[in-house]
């Protein structure tokens, strides 16, 4: 079975001390790994796709990388704005047009 | 840019009665996607429309029905509540054929009691 799992749950951490989130994931066939952001609320916003192993991207202090069993979303020096829960999700080749299998998600919190 | 809109963003109903929610994908996308996601839960796919066909069917409830109209925009029905709806209600949409990335709407809360 499809699963993605996410760890950790929480994390707190002090503005300006850079951490990383894991999304470890296992998929009968990977066409995509996605990393989300979610304030409470509201819907999830759309932050980085991943296709392949060794692939990176980058934007503003955020920074995901894929394996083939994990991927990271490396923060660096977060500042308060950066609190929301990450989600991660991928897209098997088992649907059709796609859908979505979340994690759970990482809740962060980050203090002035 | 043009985002997902959803309606209504709020919906409180009672018991056994229906519920009727809208979507309006990013212009040009051909793809939509409804989510639920319960209190401090991850999404959960419902099901997914193609180019105005039904393409992919999740957790969905029997009582539940959708549909997308030649304009693409799709409405997700829902009939005999059950206090267990309750919860946020997301629409996404994408380009079929592209990158998989799906853009999700605000949502709707849907409050059954």
């Known amino acids: 079975e499809d699963q993605v799992t996410q760890s950790p749950e929480a994390l707190r951490l002090q503005e300006g001390e850079s951490s990383s989130l894991n999304c470890s994931y296992t998929?009968?066939?990977?066409?995509?790994l996605f990393w989300y952001r979610q304030d409470p609320g509201k819907g999830p916003e759309f932050l980085f796709t991943?296709?392949?192993a060794g692939e990176e991207k980058e934007k503003e202090r955020l920074k995901a990388t894929l394996t083939k069993k994990e991927s990271f979303l490396h923060i660096t020096a977060p500042k308060p704005e950066d609190s929301a829960t990450y989600l991660c999700?991928?897209?098997?080749?088992?649907?059709?047009?796609?859908?979505?299998?979340f994690g759970k998600g990482t809740k962060l919190s980050v203090k002035p | 840019a043009a985002g997902v809109i959803q309606s209504p963003r709020h919906l409180i109903k009672e018991k056994r009665e229906t519920a009727t929610l809208k979507c309006y994908p990013i212009?040009?996308?051909?793809?939509v996607y409804w989510y639920q996601q319960g209190p401090g839960q991850d999404p959960q796919f419902l099901i997914s429309?193609?180019?105005?066909?039904?393409?992919d069917k999740g957790s969905i409830p029997d009582r539940f029905s959708a549909q997308q109209f030649s304009d693409y925009h799709s409405e997700l029905n829902m009939s005999s509540l059950e206090l267990g709806d309750s919860a946020l209600y997301f629409c996404?949409?994408?380009?079929?054929?592209?990158?998989?990335?799906?853009?999700f709407g605000p949502g709707t809360r849907l409050t059954v009691t």
């Open positions: 999700a991928v897209v098997n080749y088992g649907g059709s047009q796609g859908n979505l299998i």
């Open positions: 429309f193609y180019e105005k066909m039904q393409s």
């Open positions: 991943l296709y392949s």
């Open positions: 998929v009968s066939g990977l066409r995509g």
């Open positions: 212009p040009r996308h051909d793809t």
């Open positions: 996404a949409s994408s380009l079929a054929g592209g990158s998989y990335e799906q853009y």
